[in-house]
């Protein structure tokens, strides 16, 4: 917690929280960087695979294979949150299995399953994006900086 | 009769006259499987959505709890229920199936007391001779709501905790006969508490502060010790919330013996059971309460027991908006007649 935050708090509640800490149950940081390592590798590793696949048995190349590579695991991610398994491996994974493309497949899949019972258009379509949308928004963002950067620095000659 | 600063002591002894639980499929897994009259093994109970589950659930507690004593819900003069979904709609549309003059509570997961002390007031006082009293909540339900989508795959932190999928429901009445049954004798109203926690993640720590306010209140207000209960029994603390809690009785001089004070939320599930820090949620302690607890009362394990049912007042919103977690806590003293 950052000390501006801790300011606000008076000398009890600083008190309690300090007596809380001791018996909170931390986070296994390390064990958690392991196990996201060994499974974000591994779902990147099934995605190589997946990509020589689509090289060797398609008339696809390196640059070409990426789309449908993509559009593969995704398409497992979404067997794997529908049958309910995907969280399993979340809960194990944490970061290993949210960060590759697998877990916004997840992110965008489990909502529109949570909001079915609200109808097609408010509920699936209204709330599919509500975790992905912030990712596409600010992924979206971000790209038009760096490209905005490079326009520049080309026009500028530094390029 | 008001005792003390915040409590109620009931002389005319309001009955519970008979209770029921019903649970969900993680809970069928659970420690406490036997406890329960009603289990569904999966979690749509045969409905098209977790909300009408979460109704159906409470219905079924309700029915259940009316049918061993041979009473029809037209007997019932009022019903208290509450649960966490907005605007409190299972509970509501549950009222709207009984059809029974209606109280809609909240108090998150301590709603379950406050029913009990609020029905056991209204009956000791002749307000009502009958009335039923209720909370419920559905993992899927108020994960939904509170949380993120059920098949979402973040990690939850070992301070996190599993919502139960449970209802009890327990019928209070005015029957003098009173013998070889449980009896509500007091109850200590719990104020506000926030020690400006904010992680919606480890409520029990948010929650410890509220619990030991309202334990050492009903002791000081009744001026009676801690070893005047067989059990003490807090709502849905978890690990965390428990130790913490036992911690702040200590230095505020109760003595309580650490076999003395039990959680629902640690009672309810197995070790080996995925639930992080233990269960909580409204149906929490109703479950444990409406179901365990009592029968094992009913079969002489305990003779006094204080029911601690802890709850945290957040929303979805109020915690986004970067505010601390209230809490509150309500005690309800009941005893072997």
Not at chain 2, 146 to 154: D, S
Not at chain 2, 187 to 200: C, E, F, N, Q, Y
Not at chain 2, 297 to 320: C, D, H
Request: glycine fraction near 10%.
């Amino acid at each position: 917690m950052g000390d501006k935050k801790k300011q606000k708090l008076t000398p009890e509640q600083q008190q309690y929280q300090q007596l809380e800490q001791k018996h909170e149950l931390k986070r296994p940081v390390v064990k958690n960087c392991i196990k996201a390592f060994l499974v974000g590798g591994t779902i990147c590793l099934i995605g190589q695979a997946i990509t020589y696949f689509y090289i060797y048995f398609f008339n696809f190349t390196e640059q070409t294979a990426g789309n449908p590579t993509v559009a593969t695991m995704i398409f497992i991610s979404m067997l794997l949150t529908g049958f309910g398994i995907y969280d399993h491996i979340g809960q194990f994974a944490g970061a290993g299995s949210a960060v590759p493309v697998t877990g916004f497949g997840n992110s965008v899949i489990s909502a529109a399953i949570e909001h079915r019972t609200e109808g097609f258009v408010l509920g699936v379509g209204g709330n599919m994006f509500k975790l992905a949308g912030t990712v596409i928004l600010f992924g979206v963002f971000s790209a038009f900086i760096v490209a905005l950067v490079k326009t520049l620095l080309t026009m500028m000659g530094v390029l | 009769m008001l005792i003390g600063r915040q409590s109620w002591q009931f002389a005319n002894r309001p009955v519970i006259e008979s209770w029921a639980s019903s649970g969900g499929p993680f809970e069928a897994e659970g420690n406490l499987a036997a406890d329960f009259d009603i289990l569904h093994d999966d979690l749509w109970m045969g409905q098209d959505s977790y909300e009408k589950a979460h109704r159906h659930l409470l219905e079924e507690a309700i029915n259940s709890a009316l049918q061993k004593v041979n009473l029809s819900k037209e007997d019932m003069h009022f019903m208290l229920a509450g649960d966490l979904i907005n605007q409190i709609t299972p509970s509501s549309f549950a009222a709207r199936t009984m059809q029974i003059p209606y109280f809609g509570l909240f108090g998150a997961c301590s709603t379950s007391m406050e029913g009990l002390a609020l029905a056991s007031f209204i009956v000791n006082y002749q307000g009502a001779k009958k009335t039923i009293t209720g909370a419920s909540s559905h993992n899927s339900a108020v994960e939904k709501q509170f949380r993120y989508p059920t098949e979402y795959g973040g990690q939850k932190p070992p301070t996190a905790q599993w919502t139960v999928t449970g209802a009890g429901a327990a019928v209070v009445t005015d029957n003098p006969d009173k013998s070889g049954k449980p009896v509500t004798t007091s109850a200590t109203i719990g104020k506000v508490v926030d020690m400006g926690l904010s992680d919606p993640f480890n409520m029990g720590g948010a929650m410890a502060p509220a619990a030991a306010d309202t334990i050492i209140s009903h002791f000081k207000d009744l001026n009676i010790e801690p070893s005047y209960y067989d059990l003490i029994v807090t709502g849905d603390l978890g690990r965390i919330g428990q130790e913490t809690t036992y911690e702040l009785l200590h230095q505020s001089g109760l003595n309580i013996t650490r076999n003395q004070f039990q959680d629902c939320g640690l009672l309810i599930y197995k070790d080996d059971q995925p639930v992080q820090s233990g269960g909580s949620g409204a149906g929490c302690s109703a479950s444990v309460l409406y179901g365990h607890l009592l029968n094992q009362m009913k079969k002489g394990v305990y003779n006094r027991i204080l029911v601690v049912a802890t709850g945290a007042l957040l929303s979805p919103l109020s915690f986004q908006q970067k505010e601390s977690i209230p809490c509150i806590a309500h005690a309800v003293s009941i005893e072997m007649n």
